[in-house]
């Protein structure tokens, strides 16, 4: 789930609408309902708009609860509040969390109150964020934005869409296809590499280690190296048994 694209409402739904594509799509695994299709869920057919709310409830159970527990460096909930609020979306009583939770009813009403003050305060952040940012920034100055799963985060993805261009027409032999000059010992350029090979990969896509292999030869020689990058900074995972591979 690609958090920087989308919107708070896109993000409460659970799906987007690309204009591109004039598709529906699914946060969480991204299949796509295209507009003036039909599809089948249970000997019933319904039509784009329709098919991928049903989707959601039938692959994607309960999402609210999903979104609450994403694992995401920006989900900065603790454990406790991802408890309270739970339960506060289950509609219980104040009275009933209360018990539930071993805490008196007027904390419970005290964390209400915080997380109301919490929202009020990120809705303002987000109004100067984007009065802000609507205005046209150069490439000298625009930020590349943070895959969502990144690891480490620091210093090292601060990378600004010049830097990423001249970095993708330095290693790159050819973009299309994408074929790798060298992998380079830079962190920055290591992420702008990555961040391109990954784009070659499908979302929501198991992938076999021998498929993984065979794709990422194509790009460059040493295929290993990239897999491993790809693991440590946070492009994708893998089973215990480096078995099955899949974009995060």
Known sequence: MDIDKLTIEELKMGYRFDIETNSYICNTCGKEFEVGEVFPFDNRFFEASR???????????????????????YNTLTDNQ?????????????????KILEI???????????????????KMY???????????????????????????VDD??????????????TVFE???PLRLKTFPKKEKRKIVVLTKISEELELGKIYT??????ILKEIYDDYAVIRRYLIEYGFMDRTNDCKDYWLK
């Open 156 to 169: 090292r993805y601060v990378i600004t869409e010049k830097e990423r261009e001249q970095v993708l027409k």
């Open 51 to 73: 098919a991928v709310k049903v989707h959601l409830n039938k692959e994607h159970d309960d999402y609210s609860k999903k979104l609450l527990h994403l694992e995401s460096k």
């Open 209 to 214: 280690e021998k498929e993984l292999n065979n």
């Open 126 to 152: 987000l109004a100067i964020y984007e009065q802000v940012m609507d205005k046209k920034t150069s490439k000298e100055e625009k930020i590349v934005p943070l895959h969502n799963s990144a690891t480490m």
């Open 104 to 122: 008196s009813t007027s904390t419970v009403r005290h964390h209400r109150f915080v997380f109301r003050e919490k929202a009020k305060q990120a």
């Open 174 to 176: 050819s973009l299309s």
């Open 82 to 98: 991802k408890e309270l609020l739970s339960l506060i979306y289950m509609d219980k009583s104040d009275k009933e969390i209360a």
